[in-house]
């Protein structure tokens, strides 16, 4: 008997897929802004749609419960402040960060966005998607930090809701002291909230619907016969224009 059947039952009634053996969930979502500066990556159509590479109708709670059931365990947010004393203008165009950043830590997520045109398949890292206009170059890979949202209270007489429902918000490139999204990046250029732009030469057009991959390990290309890759270095975090 399939112990996750009834699970996997109730998220499809949100288009919500859970491959719980593989630690895979999968959401739909559209292309919604590939032309303008981004702070978010997943929003609903209430939430902060004009900053966000997608948009989703996928309910926040439901699919919160699905990358629970993969064993995700909530981690800590970012925090920053303004170094004391503060970098010269030259330091920071040179690299220098003008924040003190405490990066998220904790359990997370790969994120993947996956389409087909036509006979290919297009299957990509979430940050590919992402230019980083700052650093000459894409968002550097890395697993994203769950966070799970929170509860808030909008009156004393009001009943707590779930955050991300509320503020439609789901993925945040950007760092936001609230913690009110499912997941966050967790790179210490991220402080930066004007660096981020859509990568339009890989993404569709907007409106075209694509598959979100959540998965609890790195998706594995079979590199069998092909022979040995060459490495190169890491590119290292730089400074830039900063909240």
């Given amino acids: 008997m399939d112990p996750f059947a009834d699970l996997r039952a109730a998220f499809a009634t949100q288009g919500i897929g859970l491959d719980a053996t593989r630690g895979i969930v999968t959401a739909p979502a559209q292309v919604a802004v590939v032309n303008d500066l981004l702070e978010?990556?997943?929003?609903?159509?209430?939430?902060?749609?004009?900053?966000a590479l997608f948009t989703t109708s996928v309910d926040p709670e439901v699919l919160n419960t699905a990358l629970l059931t993969l064993g995700v365990a909530p981690g800590i947010n970012a925090d920053w402040a303004p170094k004391d004393p503060a970098p010269s203008q030259e330091e920071i165009n040179a690299g220098t960060s003008?924040?003190?950043?405490?990066?998220?830590?904790?359990?997370?997520?790969?994120?993947?966005?996956?389409?087909?045109?036509?006979?290919?398949?297009?299957?990509?890292?979430?940050?590919d998607l992402v230019r980083d206009r700052f650093r000459g170059r894409t968002l550097r890979r890395h697993r994203f930090v769950y966070l799970g949202s929170a509860m808030t209270q909008r009156g004393p007489d009001e009943p707590a809701r779930f955050a991300a429902s509320t503020d439609g918000n789901l993925i945040n490139v950007s760092f936001f002291k609230a913690g009110h999204t499912l997941l966050t990046?967790?790179?210490?250029?991220?402080?930066?909230?004007?660096?981020?732009?859509?990568?339009?030469w890989l993404l569709p057009p907007v409106g075209s619907?694509?598959?979100?991959?959540?998965?609890?390990?790195?998706?594995?290309?079979?590199?069998?016969?092909?022979?040995?890759l060459p490495v190169v270095a890491p590119v290292?975090?730089?400074?830039g224009e900063s909240r």
């Fill in 40 to 51: 978010y990556l997943l929003v609903m159509p209430h939430g902060a749609a004009h900053e």
């Fill in 98 to 127: 003008p924040y003190d950043v405490r990066v998220p830590e904790g359990d997370g997520l790969f994120l993947y966005a996956g389409w087909r045109e036509g006979e290919e398949v297009h299957l990509h890292r979430i940050e």
């Fill in 185 to 200: 990046t967790a790179l210490e250029e991220c402080v930066d909230q004007s660096a981020w732009l859509a990568n339009a």
């Fill in 209 to 228: 619907t694509v598959l979100l991959v959540f998965s609890r390990e790195r998706l594995q290309v079979d590199l069998a016969g092909i022979g040995e």
């Fill in 236 to 239: 290292p975090s730089a400074g």
